[in-house]
């Protein structure tokens, strides 16, 4: 069982940059490929961000492709989101994911980490 534990949301304003971890709970962590998900208020959930498990690619949404960075460090155990010029449409509870395989169901989540930008 993988523990995943999100951090470093917050309140800011359009246009300001936030850093969003991810830290799990398993020496494991490296052999999963990792996702951001978020969820706006009255929303269903969609996807973010993917990084492979060797952190050698990597896939985005189209609303934040340019904006946002994905990045892991294994050694850590831990993932990043790294979101520049932030909207207010970005205003949602983020969350990170580990799946064993690249193109299925994620196998654990986190319980989410809440990101208001305010206009």
């Known amino acids: 069982q993988v523990q995943l534990v999100e951090s470093g949301g917050g309140l800011v304003q359009t246009g300001d940059s936030l850093r969003l971890s991810c830290t799990a709970s398993?020496?494991?962590?490296?052999?999963?490929?990792m996702s951001w998900f978020r969820q706006a208020p009255g929303k269903e959930r969609e996807f973010v961000a993917k990084?492979?498990?060797?952190?050698?690619?990597?896939y985005y949404a189209d609303s934040v492709r340019g904006r946002f960075t994905i990045s892991r460090d294994n050694a850590r155990n831990s993932v990043y989101l790294q979101m520049n010029s932030l909207k207010p449409e970005d205003t949602a509870v983020y969350y990170c994911a580990a799946a064993s395989n690249l193109w299925s169901n994620m196998d654990y989540w986190g319980k989410g980490t809440l990101v208001t930008v305010s206009s």
């Open positions: 398993e020496r494991t962590f490296s052999s999963y490929h």
């Open positions: 990084i492979t498990w060797r952190g050698d690619t990597t």
